[in-house]
């Protein structure tokens, strides 16, 4: 059966969907050792030779599906040039090929899920299925009621205003404010921006929520498998996009 060539790269656990249109567009695929750099190519893996980076694309690996409490001074990157922690850094050998479904920055603590399956990556990344994800905020000192007004109703950025957020206090004192601040965009660095376009001094940012997953039972630097159930959560997701005709 032919399918598009970006998505036989994600199911067979070479990259995400998107990272794999950049490859293709990049002529790092072949097919029967001729470079493919039409993103639309179809192709039948079963009856072709497939390429990338000059190594034949094996058969599907297992899949693999990791919740992780990423630490702060760690990158959501599979190598570093400069040497730098990287969240791989923190699995064994043994679980093959996997990277972060989608990024935290350097200085951000929190969720993060890994994989090897480009589709699950897609489905969890893709801006129509308005995924949730909820922030832990530490703000120096007091935050006001125009402040919170703000951040609810839209941030004005450089690149847009932001989309309504639920925004709430989970506990305040003179020196400091810890807010829960609820997005589905993806924005880069969004939580920071918003934070910071309003007035506010951040002092430390955690994500503690993706979709209906938490951090609970897991310490900083560890992780778990996700369960059957909790990878299924993200195919409803795109099941009751497909039928509300989104």
């Known amino acids: 059966m032919e399918e598009r060539l970006q998505k036989i790269l994600a199911r067979y656990g070479i990259a995400s969907r998107r990272h794999a249109e950049e490859m293709?567009?990049?002529?790092?695929?072949?097919?029967?050792?001729?470079?493919?750099?039409?993103?639309?190519?179809?192709?039948?893996?079963?009856?072709?030779?497939?390429?990338?980076?000059?190594?034949?694309?094996?058969?599907?690996?297992?899949?693999?599906?990791?919740?992780f409490y990423k630490p702060n001074s760690c990158l959501c990157t599979v190598?570093?040039?400069?040497?730098?922690?990287?969240?791989?850094?923190?699995?064994?050998a043994h679980l093959g090929r996997i990277y972060p479904v989608g990024r935290l920055d350097y200085d951000t603590s929190g969720l993060l899920l890994l994989t090897n399956?480009?589709?699950?990556?897609?489905?969890?990344?893709?801006?129509?299925?308005?995924?949730?994800?909820t922030y832990e905020a530490s703000i120096k000192g007091p935050v006001s009621e125009k402040q919170l007004t703000i951040l609810h109703r839209g941030v004005l950025l450089e690149d847009?205003?932001?989309?309504?957020?639920?925004?709430?206090?989970?506990?305040?004192?003179?020196?400091?404010?810890?807010?829960?601040?609820?997005i589905h965009e993806g924005k880069k660095r969004q939580v920071r921006r918003m934070i910071k376009?309003?007035?506010?001094?951040?002092?430390?940012?955690?994500?503690?929520?993706?979709?209906?997953?938490?951090?609970?039972?897991?310490k900083m630097g560890a992780w778990r498998y996700l369960t059957d159930a909790?990878?299924?959560?993200?195919?409803?997701?795109?099941?009751?996009?497909?039928k509300n005709g989104k």
Do not use: C, W
Not at 24 to 51: C, T
Not at 79 to 92: E, N, S
């Open 24 to 67: 293709i567009a990049a002529g790092r695929v072949q097919i029967n050792g001729q470079i493919v750099q039409e993103l639309g190519y179809k192709v039948d893996a079963a009856a072709v030779e497939i390429k990338v980076d000059g190594k034949v694309m094996t058969k599907e690996e297992k899949r693999v599906y990791l919740l």
């Open 79 to 92: 190598t570093d040039p400069q040497g730098r922690k990287t969240v791989l850094d923190y699995f064994p």
């Open 117 to 133: 399956d480009g589709d699950f990556a897609h489905r969890v990344l893709h801006p129509s299925h308005e995924i949730k994800k």
């Open 160 to 182: 847009g205003k932001t989309a309504p957020a639920t925004v709430k206090i989970a506990r305040q004192n003179k020196e400091q404010t810890i807010l829960h601040i609820t």
């Open 197 to 218: 376009a309003v007035g506010l001094s951040l002092l430390t940012l955690k994500r503690i929520q993706l979709g209906s997953l938490t951090l609970d039972g897991l």
């Open 230 to 242: 909790e990878i299924r959560s993200f195919d409803m997701i795109e099941d009751g996009k497909k």
